[in-house]
């Protein structure tokens, strides 16, 4: 708009340089006039006639420059505005806009077509427990991770940017529920009977308050803090990264309550009421990928009462730890099937490109096979090893069921380093397939008419995200060591038998 706007400056400035030479050729022709018309009489009034319509004109222009330079300043403060916006830097402007996205997205929610209908179709409960209309497979896992990879291979579906599967909202045609889920586990009986039908027919939707600004990977040495008075806790702190803000009606906020930094005892969960008082949504994160919804949330002195706990006092931390594996094992499988749809996307464009001549095709060439082939065997190894992985999880939920222990307890000491494994391999292969396929579509895979930049760059996050990479690597790591996990004892045996 700018641009077109000095384009119409510089078009005006012309009309009146070329009306002040018009002006300048009249003045010059009425000298003409009067040493040729040899004192007889011209009618002077037509030549007053013409001068007067130029000099309408100029003033036409002189009105107009004024228009387009009001135009121009009020362009430039819009943009301003806008830049402020997206980067943040103003945060008035931040939160303005956020309310008002966060009523668009409320509407769009309600609106929400593709989950109506999955809902109605009988797909978006599937991994639900039986007794909120969904299946209690006993292979949920297995048939969740199948399902992800489809989703997000399948050309149908677009790599995880479809309408039915679009991961950059959370939004899947098969629902996943970790929030349903913690209440089923950890709430009380008034929060599972209220919350979780309210979170099914979306009026209750809760964010995830682990990180702050200044803990993330070590979340266990958070400095939010709740103390317990008049009846209920105090929070002080700070949580950043809260997605899903702009349209929650609830924040769940981990606070340490008692014990020492790093002690996974003594955090404590609470379900916070967006409007209390004294919590504020300080700023909205721009990202790599998103005109964001992760919010930087700042609690000064808010009071909640006992009914906010979730779970117990001082173990909240567990109901952080109930889904991690369930929603590892389902992004890995997400992250593989859209590595393999960029692989394959990238195969047809190789294939059908003609260069270097007549008969000559871009897949000809082994500089463009060979990063396929190593790609796609990474591929196809991985998605077996998510599926035996997804598989051995439910076996460890059925043995669960049937001796009472606690699921995401076992599946934790006997599975986690093979979860991580998928993980954090799966991510990383989805970003390099991503990279491969703009190579491979050249220009065009470059450029937002194709949709692997938009893969690269969601898939990107969960190398931070879902446990960095790094974090997942410290448990692979501590478990095949022998430093956790089930050959801890063992590992400790033999290095005593060994001094
Ligand atoms: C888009 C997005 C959405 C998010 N959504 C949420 C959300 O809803 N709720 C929530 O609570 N959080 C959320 N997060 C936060 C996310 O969980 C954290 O960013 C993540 O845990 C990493 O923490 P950090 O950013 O503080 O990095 P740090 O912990 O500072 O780590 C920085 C880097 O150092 C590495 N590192 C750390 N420790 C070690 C070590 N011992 N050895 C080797 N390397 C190490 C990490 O792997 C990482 O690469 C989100 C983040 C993003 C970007």
């Keep these: 708009m700018s641009r077109n706007l000095i384009t119409l400056e510089h078009n005006n400035q012309r009309d009146t340089s070329n009306i002040d030479h018009l002006l300048q050729d009249h003045t010059r022709l009425g000298r003409l006039a009067k040493r040729y018309s ?3 009489h011209i009618n002077s009034r037509v030549h007053e006639r013409v001068r007067d319509d130029l000099l309408a004109l100029r003033d036409f222009c002189e009105d107009r420059h004024r228009r387009i330079f009001n135009l121009r300043q009020r362009t430039n403060n819009f943009i301003t505005l806008l830049y402020n916006l997206i980067t943040g830097h103003d945060s008035t402007v931040n939160l303005r ?19 109506n209908r999955a809902d109605a179709a009988g797909f978006y409960r599937f991994a639900l427990p039986q007794v909120y209309g969904g299946q209690s497979h006993p292979d949920t896992n297995l ?27 959370e939004h899947s045609i098969v629902g996943n529920f970790p929030d349903v889920l913690m209440l089923h586990h950890f709430g009380n009986e008034d929060q599972r009977k209220t919350l979780i039908p309210a979170r099914l027919q979306g009026t209750f939707r809760t964010t995830f308050g682990l990180t702050e600004p200044d803990h993330g990977s070590d979340a266990t040495y958070m400095s939010t803090t709740a103390r317990q008075t008049r009846g209920g806790f105090e929070i002080t702190g700070a ?52 005109p964001t919804d992760h919010a930087t949330v700042v609690l000064n002195q808010v009071w909640v009462p006992e009914s906010a706990v979730l779970g117990s006092v001082d173990q909240g931390l567990a109901i952080a730890q109930t889904f991690v594996h369930e929603n590892r094992i389902r992004q890995a499988a997400s992250s593989c099937g859209a590595a393999r749809y960029c692989l394959d996307r990238s195969i047809e464009r190789a294939r059908s490109r003609k260069i270097w001549g007549e008969g000559k095709t871009l ?29 051995e999880m439910d076996r460890v939920v059925a043995e669960c069921q049937a001796s009472g222990k606690r699921p995401w307890v076992e599946i934790e000491r006997r ?13 990383r292969l989805c970003c390099q397939a991503a990279d491969r396929a703009i190579q491979i579509h050249g220009g065009d895979g470059y450029s937002r008419h194709y949709p692997f930049e938009h893969i690269y760059r969601h898939f990107r996050r969960y190398r931070i995200t879902e446990g960095a990479e790094e974090i997942q690597m410290r448990k692979i790591g501590a478990y095949i060591f022998g430093f956790a996990g089930p050959k801890k004892d063992t590992a400790a045996q033999q290095s005593k038998a060994k001094i």
């Excluded at 009606?249 to 340490?256: E, N």
């Excluded at 082994?366 to 998605?383: G, N, Y």
């Excluded at 599975?415 to 991510?427: E, P």
């Design 363 to 391: 897949a000809d060439n082994q500089a463009i096979q060979f990063p396929v082939v190593e790609l796609m065997t990474q591929v196809e190894m991985l998605r077996l090893f998510i599926f035996k992985t997804g598989w």
């Design 239 to 290: 949580k950043k990264w809260q997605t899903g803000a702009h349209h929650c009606t609830h924040f769940l906020i981990f606070a340490r309550t008692s014990g020492q930094p790093g002690s996974a005892q003594g955090i404590t969960a609470f379900l916070v009421p967006r409007d209390t008082a004294g919590l504020r949504i300080a700023s909205y994160e721009w990202t790599l990928n998103m």
């Design 38 to 40: 040899g004192g007889a």
């Design 143 to 169: 048939w969740m991770s199948a399902i992800r990879y489809h989703l997000t291979s399948h050309p149908v579906y677009g790599g995880g940017l479809g309408l039915a599967n679009d991961l950059q909202n």
């Design 97 to 115: 806009i956020a309310t008002q996205s966060a009523s668009i997205a409320r509407e769009a929610r309600k609106d929400s077509e593709a989950r």
């Design 415 to 427: 599975l986690s380093d093979q979860v991580a494994m998928c993980n954090f391999w799966a991510n």
